[in-house]
């Protein structure tokens, strides 16, 4: 197992960037898959959206929502991965979480064993 800790979110408005980041521990980073989710509040009882996933090798892979605005990158010397968001817009208002997988990146939630509590962001019109 691997733990994750997710930090950066926050109040902005819209159009502003904002970078989260999750701290990974317990296991050998470099091995993971890693994976951006987000949780709207608006669907509280609808499955995590897949925002963006970077492999092992550092392919990247982003939803339609948020391509060209989000970028995936990861750091294995610091166990960290990370998410630089652009342009933030009102839609992207969610709480978003942090996931890791020994398989290949995934899109969906149950492509992941392992998640962060969550970091709230949420973007002000």
């Known amino acids: 197992q691997v733990q994750l800790i997710e930090s950066g979110g926050g109040l902005v408005q819209v159009g502003d960037s904002l970078s989260l980041s999750c701290a990974a521990s317990?296991?050998?980073?470099?091995?993971?898959?890693m994976g951006w989710f987000r949780q709207a509040p608006s669907a509280p009882g609808k499955e995590r959206e897949f925002?963006?996933?970077?492999?092992?090798?550092?392919?990247?892979y982003y939803s339609g929502s948020v391509k060209g605005r989000f970028t995936i990158s990861r750091d294995n010397a610091k166990n960290t991965v990370y998410l630089h968001m652009n342009n933030l817009q009102p839609e992207d208002t969610a709480v978003y979480y942090c996931?890791?997988?020994?398989?290949?990146?995934?899109?969906?939630?149950?492509?992941?064993?392992?998640w962060g509590q969550g970091t709230q962001v949420t973007v002000s019109s």
């Open positions: 925002v963006a996933a970077i492999s092992w090798v550092h392919s990247t």
């Open positions: 996931a890791a997988t020994l398989y290949d990146v995934g899109r969906v939630h149950d492509d992941y064993g392992n």
């Open positions: 317990g296991r050998t980073f470099s091995n993971y898959a």
